[in-house]
């Protein structure tokens, strides 16, 4: 029988070695994770399960993250809120007008598993405050 309490976590990057990981590790911390390539499958994704927690990418193809977040933001309000951006992409100025204006927790790539566990903590005690 599935264990109902696991925490359901969609990762979002188009970069499979970093979904791989990002998969391996949240999964062998016990909780349920989803993988998109991108956000246009994130969308539909999202549509169809409800998740506690989004590990998504900035930069990619189709739909990036940015767009994702308004998409939660418009479609499924206060879901945008339990996202983790991540990004190799820290200098561009796009980026950092765009996270400048948003409370959500942020990992760069490359990223240890270490700093994935932490981020993903962080996020799950915001979301239960």
Request: charged content about 30%; overall charge neutral; some cysteine.
């Amino acid at each position: 029988m599935e264990n109902e309490n696991k925490r359901r976590i969609l990762a979002i990057d188009d970069e499979p070695i970093i979904s791989r990981v990002s998969l391996r590790v949240l999964k062998a911390d016990g909780f349920e994770v989803d993988v998109a390539g991108n956000g246009l499958v994130a969308k539909e994704m999202a549509g169809k399960v409800e998740y506690d927690l989004y590990l998504c990418d900035i930069r990619m193809p189709g739909m990036n993250g940015m767009e994702f977040y308004e998409y939660l933001r418009q479609v499924h309000p206060g879901c945008e809120t339990r996202m983790i951006f991540v990004s190799g992409d820290t200098m561009n100025n796009e980026v950092r007008a765009f996270l400048g204006n948003k409370s959500n927790l942020f990992l760069v790539k490359p990223f240890t598993p270490d700093e994935l566990r932490t981020v993903i903590k962080k996020a799950l005690k915001q979301k239960d405050k």
